[in-house]
T-cell receptor, first 111, second 111 residues
Framework: GQSLEQPSEVTAVEGAIVQINCTYQTSGFYGLSWYQQHDGGAPTFLSYNALDGLEETGRFSSFLSRSDSYGYLLLQELQMKDSASYFCAVRDEFKTTALIFGKGTTLSVSS | DTAVSQTPKYLVTQMGNDKSIKCEQNLGHDTMYWYKQDSKKFLKIMFSYNNKELIINETVPNRFSPKSPDKAHLNLHINSLELGDSAVYFC??????????FGPGTRLLVL
């Protein structure tokens, strides 16, 4: 079966850097996605890594190591508005058109 | 100019009732989805629908049925509602499986 593991909670202060790790287990791997969800809001797409390495988008970066079945989301210069849940996701190995999400990491940023 | 919209935003109903949630996307995407998010924020795929091909998550009770009148709409009908159906239901659409656009969610409470 498929599984994704990520920490349940992370706390940090404004201006800091935080890394949210995700390890996955799946037989059919296409890439690793990251989504952000604020309380009461909808998940929104942040990034996608299909190949090994680091992808940078502004203050957020995402990394993938296919050989280690591991990725992370790096958030720099943290702001209060970054307080949210972050989900890693992979494609459903059987159905391929849907995403299987990790259980999410709640990030709390304090001043 | 909302990309993915859902109605209603809130739905409070009694056990045993039948209810529907509507979803519309104006992104021109070919694939639409229904996800369920439980109280622990676990996001789980229920259905995906692409060019009239419906792929069902086998764990979804057959009381749940998606209906797509056209490519831009994917409604969710639920029969004989149960307490355990209380959750947030998200509609999403995509052109690629990795980048999914979510609606604002429908918060269903079954009493």
């Amino acid at each position: 079966g498929q599984s994704l593991e990520q920490p349940s909670e992370v706390t940090a202060v404004e201006g800091a850097i935080v890394q949210i790790n995700c390890t996955y287990q799946t037989s059919g791997f296409y890439g690793l996605s990251w989504y952000q969800q604020h309380d009461g809001g909808a998940p929104t797409f942040l990034s996608y890594n299909a190949l090994d390495g680091l992808e940078e988008t502004g203050r957020f970066s995402s990394f993938l190591s296919r050989s280690d079945s591991y990725g992370y989301l790096l958030l720099q210069e943290l702001q209060m508005k970054d307080s949210a849940s972050y989900f890693c996701a992979v494609r459903d190995e059987f159905k391929t058109t849907a995403l299987i999400f990790g259980k999410g990491t709640t990030l709390s940023v304090s001043s | 100019d909302t990309a993915v919209s859902q109605t209603p935003k809130y739905l409070v109903t009694q056990m045993g009732n039948d209810k529907s949630i509507k979803c519309e996307q104006n992104l021109g995407h070919d694939t639409m989805y229904w996800y369920k998010q439980d109280s622990k924020k676990f996001l789980k795929i229920m259905f995906s629908y692409n060019n009239k091909e419906l792929i069902i998550n086998e764990t979804v009770p057959n009381r749940f049925s998606p209906k797509s009148p056209d490519k831009a709409h994917l409604n969710l009908h639920i029969n004989s509602l149960e307490l355990g159906d209380s959750a947030v239901y998200f509609c999403a659409s995509s052109s690629t499986e990795e980048t999914q656009y979510f609606g604002p969610g429908t918060r269903l409470l079954v009493l």
